[in-house]
């Protein structure tokens, strides 16, 4: 099994950026799918960002495109989430989860069925 780490959660403003983390210490994440999901109060966990370490296919859901971006250091074994432009829903504990390679594929919605090792999570408020 996969232990994930995400950090880089914290208080920003409308319109400020963070960057999330996502690491595992005892396995290289050359040959997984790695996504980022999110959970608002009272809402359902929404996919909203994968990689495919394999053959490099992404996706990003529509209610961040243009604002967040996924990418990996395959140095530092990590893949970060970048978001920008952060607005108060985007207020939510973000977990990253880890599975077969074929859980990420170009233009197919990230779902969490597909996903069966979790971090921690971490949480990101947006508020003025």
């Known amino acids: 099994q996969v232990q994930l780490v995400e950090s880089g959660g914290g208080q920003v403003e409308p319109g400020e950026s963070l960057r999330l983390s996502c690491g595992a210490s005892?396995?290289?994440?050359?040959?997984?799918?790695i996504g980022w999901f999110r959970r608002a109060p009272g809402k359902e966990r929404e996919g909203i960002s994968c990689?495919?370490?394999?053959?490099?296919?992404?996706y990003l859901a529509d209610s961040v495109k243009g604002r967040f971006t996924i990418s990996r250091d395959v140095t530092k074994n990590m893949v970060y989430l970048q978001m920008n432009s952060l607005k108060p829903e985007d207020t939510a504990v973000y977990y990253c989860?880890?599975?077969?390679?074929?859980?990420?594929?170009?233009?197919?919605?990230?779902?969490?069925?597909?996903?069966?090792?979790w971090g921690q999570g971490t949480q990101v408020t947006v508020s003025s």
């Open positions: 990689v495919n370490t394999y053959d490099g296919s992404t």
């Open positions: 005892e396995f290289a994440l050359d040959y997984y799918a």
């Open positions: 989860a880890a599975d077969e390679p074929d859980s990420c594929r170009d233009g197919a919605v990230v779902v969490d069925y597909e996903y069966h090792n």
